[in-house]
């Protein structure tokens, strides 16, 4: 196992600052950052700028930049004994590949500034091509122990599709849900419960045997009353039926 001298982090947005806050308090590891702002809770000896970055070796440097940054800034990391990895769950290898040793590293969790991480529930996806930047993930994702599981890149494109409707759509339908409420006083908090055992239920059943409500139930009487409360919220009232359609469709057959 290679000994990591020391980790960059390049931007510290949501996903930076959970990685950044986990290891600073690391005695095992040196840690700097590269970040456009001045934050005067962070450590500013800390920070380096990138003409610094000559000065390390057997580094590895993780961008935590958006998506289409990521070619563009990795340019700027001259090709050394360094490693460079990104976090992106769609973006390729090939986007740094002017660089010799290169990785990904994707922690499979939907990052929020103010929302806290633990880093130990969230499964980690990588990929590499060369064994020495797979070490270096190794050793990264001890350091952060998360347990991490090497994929190919098909792989995890259909694990970020995946991932879309698990998390990012079930949010959207979420919001439907939150907006309807809204003239009833109503919070969205009273589904916390219902929305946790969704979550136990179809890990521990299965999400087919887990689906119930009216378009499962082929309820049509329900379903037209449903259509009808959702008058002038035409959004809603589309998602309902095309989703009512293909729930009704794959399980009344
Ligand atoms: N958010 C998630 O839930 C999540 C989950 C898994 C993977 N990812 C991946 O993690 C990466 C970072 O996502 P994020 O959500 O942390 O993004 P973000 O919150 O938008 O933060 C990105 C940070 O990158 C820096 N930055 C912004 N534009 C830049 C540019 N043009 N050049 C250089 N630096 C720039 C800024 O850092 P400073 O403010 O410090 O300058 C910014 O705070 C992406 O590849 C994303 O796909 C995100």
């Not at 990929?127 to 122990?145: A, G, P, R, Y």
């Not at 990012?168 to 907006?179: H, K, L, P």
């Not at 003239?183 to 929305?195: E, H, V």
Request: with cysteine.
């Amino acid at each position: 196992m290679p000994n990591i001298h020391s980790i960059v982090i390049v931007g510290l947005g949501n996903v930076g600052n959970a990685i950044y806050t986990y290891l600073v308090d690391n005695d095992d590891v040196k840690l700097y950052y590269i970040s456009s702002k001045q934050r005067l809770d962070l450590n500013q000896s800390k920070k380096i700028e990138i003409s610094d970055l000559e000065k390390f070796s057997n580094s590895l440097i993780v961008l935590c930049i958006p998506d289409d940054a990521i070619q563009s800034v990795s340019q700027s990391f001259a090709d050394s004994s360094n490693v460079i990895i990104h976090t992106s769950g769609t973006k390729t290898l090939q986007v740094l590949d002017n660089h010799s040793h290169s990785g990904i590293w994707y922690p499979l969790n939907s990052f929020s500034f103010n929302f806290p991480v633990v880093w130990s529930d969230i499964p980690v996806f990588t990929c590499s091509n060369d064994s020495i930047t797979e070490k270096h993930l190794l050793q990264f994702s001890e350091l952060m122990e998360v347990k991490s599981t090497r994929i190919t890149e098909t792989t995890k494109e259909i694990l970020h599709l995946s991932a879309v409707f698990a998390n990012n759509f079930t949010n959207f339908m979420i919001t439907q849900s939150a907006e309807l409420l809204e003239s009833t006083g109503l919070d969205i908090s009273i589904f916390k419960t219902l929305l946790n055992n969704m979550v136990d239920k179809l890990i521990q059943l299965g999400p087919i045997a887990a689906q119930t409500g009216p378009a499962k139930r082929d309820d049509i009487g329900v379903i037209n009353r449903h259509l009808n409360l959702l008058q002038g919220h035409d959004s809603s009232k589309r998602i309902y039926r095309l989703l009512t359609d293909e729930i009704r469709s794959k399980y009344l057959k």
